[in-house]
T-cell receptor
Framework: AQSVTQLDSQVPVFEEAPVELRCNYS??????LFWYVQYPNQGLQLLLK??????LVESINGFEAEFNKSQTSFHLRKPSVHISDTAEYFC??????????FGKGTSLLVTP | DTGVSQDPRHKITKRGQNVTFRCDPI?????LYWYRQTLGQGPEFLTY????????KSRLLSDRFSAERPKGSFSTLEIQRTEQGDSAMYLC??????????????FGPGTRLTVT
């Protein structure tokens, strides 16, 4: 089964600093990867996805992730974070063509 | 375009009671998924439908769990004889079907179940 591992359970960072949230996936021929964000007391929102094509994918709020096949990674980055980015971030991979397998999540805490 | 909706948002029940949750997917989506999320964990896949057909149910947690989507629109998830370990957030998601669009799942706000 396809799986992902999120290497950090919590990432504290100061406002306007860069951040990287790490995600590694189990190797496979075809892999479809996602980052979801869950703000406090809200549902999961799709942040960005890698399905095919360009290995660098971007979201509308400044996050980007790079699909790295040789390192089996899909790390999420932002060059300058805001207080409003404080949330739980989940990396996920499609398994068996339909089920999302999620990592345990990384809690991003942005402080002034 | 309304998103995925779930009802109720919160449910408190006593151990041994049955509960049922409802999910309304995005209207043009014909795939519907159920997940469970416990505290400090990522969501865990339970089951999914394509139109009214339940194509995978082996990952439902026990035979106390069942799901239906009778007309291919809304879906219900029922838990019979609830146990304290069933306390969790139950999430519904939907996607369209066809090519890589099948993989883009959009989630509802969830139903938080507390079993006392």
């Amino acid at each position: 089964a396809q799986s992902v591992t999120q290497l950090d359970s919590q990432v504290p960072v100061f406002e306007e600093a860069p951040v990287e949230l790490r995600c590694n996936y189990s190797s496979s021929v075809s892999v479809y990867l996602f980052w979801y964000v869950q703000y406090p007391n809200q549902g999961l929102q799709l942040l960005l996805k890698y399905l095919s094509g360009s290995t660098l994918v971007e979201s509308i709020n400044g996050f980007e992730a790079e699909f790295n096949k040789s390192q089996t990674s899909f790390h999420l980055r932002k060059p300058s974070v805001h207080i409003s980015d404080t949330a739980e971030y989940f990396c996920a991979v499609i398994d068996s063509g339909y089920a999302l397998n999620f990592g345990k999540g990384t809690s991003l805490l942005v402080t002034p | 375009d309304t998103g995925v909706s779930q009802d109720p948002r919160h449910k408190i029940t006593k151990r041994g009671q049955n509960v049922t949750f409802r999910c309304d997917p995005i209207s043009e989506h014909n795939r519907l998924y159920w997940y469970r999320q416990t505290l400090g964990q990522g969501p865990e896949f339970l089951t999914y439908f394509q139109n009214e057909a339940q194509l995978e149910k082996s990952r439902l947690l026990s035979d106390r769990f069942s799901a239906e989507r009778p007309k291919g629109s809304f879906s219900t998830l029922e838990i019979q004889r609830t146990e304290q370990g069933d306390s969790a957030m139950y999430l519904c998601a939907s996607s369209s079907f066809g090519g890589t669009y099948s993989y883009e799942q959009y989630f509802g706000p969830g139903t938080r179940l507390t079993v006392t």
